[in-house]
């Protein structure tokens, strides 16, 4: 079925209301929307917005951020006040980064920046739309289990009222957004999801997939981003028994400058550090260092800077913070041994751990909101 003609049968008894301050989009809006919903209501700025939406309590709202008397962010809270499920649109110039995560922290449906793309704007109604009208469609859990594919699991769960959880990690930092199963085929699966997540994905060119009624996590690679209507094709399923979202600590990729050195049998060997928690570290050493066993202990340095500012650095600068390590888990990498230490700190280096652990979070999510769909 032709979109247009889709979202046409979706949206003919729903409305909407549309909050812009330019009398001109206003005009050209009214009549596009008028074409597909059953009542299209118009406010100029916040107040009236809020107003029209008090008095009509439309299925849908399209916003402005930049409007008179009350801006689109305070409009939208007090929206979400009063009905926490209405399905809320930013159409706007000022969709940066930061402007994205504040809006998806208050539950906003999505994104569209202006000039208006009217093809964007469709795919956007249609995905909302989907979701209003399945509000009574019951999940069959039962079809779920009987579907003898993980694409039949998902295309149920597509038909239903039920999203899916996405997971991603950018250096071990978790992003996580619900997302609409648009589409399957006999190998692939279309969602849409948030922008954030969509970057995540193009970095990571994979996602997790959770759902309540999935026995399992499912992996799924990326087979293509549409970046005109930030559709996510998905493929190669296979189920995971180890969902990330699990994970009882935070581990991250360290920076440049975080230093590690394991002491054994009298031997100082230097390792690249993969990434750490407050309670394990993943090590890569050469291999003509194995001469660790699993269940051995260690002594292990670990040296980072706290507030750095940049600069070059050298061990003696550095915090430092020593312990006894267990080795987990040693796994070969050609002629590199990846090890996997876990250790119990006492309080002070659990705090100075702790401490830039924290820092670090804070670094790599500024990171990753400088990153361009265009360049993953």
Known sequence: MDKLKELSKLTKELSVLYVEDSKSLLKQMDQYLSKLFKNVYKASDGHDGLNKYKKHIPDIV???LKIPN?????????????NPDVKIIIISSLIDTDTLLKAIHIGVSDFIPKPIDKELL??????VSIELNKKDHQIDKVSIEKANNLLSKLAIIGKSNSKVELINHYKGVPIIHEATIISKNDTTVVVHAQHIQTLAIAYEKFTMIENEFLENTIEASLIMIDKHTREITLGNLKESYDSAK???????????YFKAVLHSKHKKIDATVLDLSIKSISLLIDKNNLELREQDEVNINLGFKLHHKGGTLIFEDLTRVSTHAAIFKIINKGDKIELVLL??????NNELLGKYIIE?????????????????
């Open 62 to 64: 399209l916003t402005d």
């Open 70 to 82: 009350m801006d689109g962010f305070e409009m939208i809270k007090v929206l979400k006040k009063i």
């Open 122 to 127: 469709s795919n956007i109604l249609l995905k």
């Open 246 to 256: 699990s994970r009882k600590q935070v581990r991250l990729a360290p920076d440049k």
């Open 343 to 348: 250790y119990e700190l006492n309080k002070a």
């Open 360 to 376: 670090r979070e804070i670094e790599l999510i500024k990171e990753f909101k400088t990153l361009n769909l265009d360049k993953l």
